[in-house]
Each structure stands twice: as structure tokens, then as C-alpha cells.
Nanobody, 128 residues
Framework: EVQLVESGGGLVQAGGSLRLSCAASGFRFQNYAIAWFRQAPRKEREGISCFGSHDGATYVVDSVKGRFTIFVDDNNKTVHLQMNDLRSEDTAQYYC?????????????????????WGRGTQVTVSA
């Protein structure tokens, strides 16, 4: 069974930075996708980024492009979400998700239902 453990959340001031990490384990196959989602109060869970082990490609969605970046460890099982210039609207519960059936969507649209495995989430709160 795939296990996902998020870490790195916390309270930061607007304009600050934070790095989240997702440690994944239990993959049965070499090809899998690891994504970051976030969910703010009273909002839908939205996809932020995706990493596909098949080709090593990474991307972040347009809404955070230029501020958020993805870094992947050499083992391809730990994905870091570097968040810079944080804003109050970034406040949310951040979740790591994984799927072994499909790679990262070519459309760049990350759908919650496409990912079978989920971590418990880590809270990011941006003050001011």
C-alpha cells in the first residue's frame, strides 16, 4: 500500500517562504505520479503540482507559477514543494497525493479523483 507523509507546514508571514515535503513509499511499479493539492476553508481541493516518474517531468499550475517550484530527490520518492512569496490566499491544508495507474495529466489539470492515495495533509497558514 502506498504511504504518503507530508511535513513542513506551519505559520509564516506574508512574503515569507516555506518548503513542504512528501515522502512516498510502497509503490508496486516504477511508474507513478506524485502531486500536491491544497484545500482552503469553504473551497474545493485544487491541484498545485505534479511529478511523473515515467519521464521525470514536473510542473506547477499557472496560479502558483513563479512562486512555487517542485524539487524531487534522487530516489524519486520524495517531492518538495518550495513556496516563496507566500500570500494570505495560500493559506490551506496541503495534501500529497499519488497514483500508479496514470501519469501526470498532460492537460495540466489535476483532478482529485485521479489520485488514489492521499496523505493526511499539513497546514500552511500565512498571516497578515
Amino acid at each position: 500500500e502506498v504511504q504518503l507523509v507530508e511535513s513542513g507546514g506551519g505559520l509564516v508571514q506574508a512574503g515569507g517562504s516555506l518548503r513542504l515535503s512528501c515522502a512516498a513509499s510502497g509503490f508496486r511499479f516504477q511508474n507513478y505520479a506524485i502531486a500536491w493539492f491544497r484545500q482552503a476553508p469553504r473551497k474545493e481541493r485544487e491541484g498545485i503540482s505534479c511529478f511523473g516518474s515515467h519521464d521525470g517531468a514536473t510542473y506547477v499550475v499557472d496560479s502558483v507559477k513563479g512562486r512555487f517550484t517542485i524539487f524531487v530527490d534522487d530516489n524519486n520518492k520524495t517531492v518538495h514543494l518550495q513556496m516563496n512569496d507566500l500570500r494570505s490566499e495560500d493559506t490551506a491544508q496541503y495534501y500529497c497525493a499519488a497514483d500508479e495507474e496514470l501519469g501526470c495529466p498532460l492537460s495540466g489539470v489535476l483532478r482529485r479523483g485521479d489520485f488514489l492515495s492521499w496523505g493526511r495533509g499539513t497546514q500552511v497558514t500565512v498571516s497578515a
